[in-house]
């Protein structure tokens, strides 16, 4: 997939000054520069080894354990259908399978336009408005199938 990342190198370095290259702040480093690109491109790789003198191991290892953090593009919108206990009994399956439909993608894949990742996640907190998904930042809850892939188009542009 092309992601048409263009790579602000001034911007990762600045990031990693911030953090005065502490490999300590590994974990800092690379959410920072997630929230930039909504993944951390393997172009900057070299430079966290480098920079930070961390293995190069420790860099997968940190973006396998933390799920807000990806070596994969992601789409500009994360779309999570919460699959925990209370929204599962109502109807979370539902969702996914409404949204895999309207979007032609599998869990953990993203468009080709970029535009949305899909990812199951645990509870969310808002248990009572089951079945919930969020999209980036926002919460959307007491969904059916057609209202999800209604969420889902008022995010297209
Ligand atoms: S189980 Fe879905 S919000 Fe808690």
Request: charged letters at 25%; proline letters at 4%.
């Amino acid at each position: 997939m092309d992601t048409g990342v263009t790579i602000d190198w001034e911007k990762i370095d600045a990031i990693i000054e911030n953090y005065k290259a502490n490999p300590e702040t590994l974990l800092m480093i690379m959410q920072d520069i997630s929230d930039m690109y909504n993944y951390v491109p393997p172009e900057v790789i070299p430079i966290l080894t480098e920079r930070l003198r961390v293995k190069e191991s420790l860099i997968y290892s940190v973006a396998t354990f933390y799920k807000t953090i990806s070596l994969e593009p992601r789409g500009k919108y994360i779309v999570n259908i919460c699959t925990g206990t209370a929204c599962h009994v109502r109807g979370a399956d539902k969702i996914m399978d409404a949204l895999k439909e309207k979007l032609k993608i599998k869990e953990g894949q993203t468009t080709d336009d970029n535009l949305f990742t899909l990812e199951a996640v645990r509870c969310v907190g808002c248990c009572a408005s089951g079945p919930v998904i969020t999209v980036n930042q926002e919460t959307h809850g007491g969904l059916d199938r057609s209202s999800a892939a209604e969420v889902i188009e008022g995010y297209k542009p």
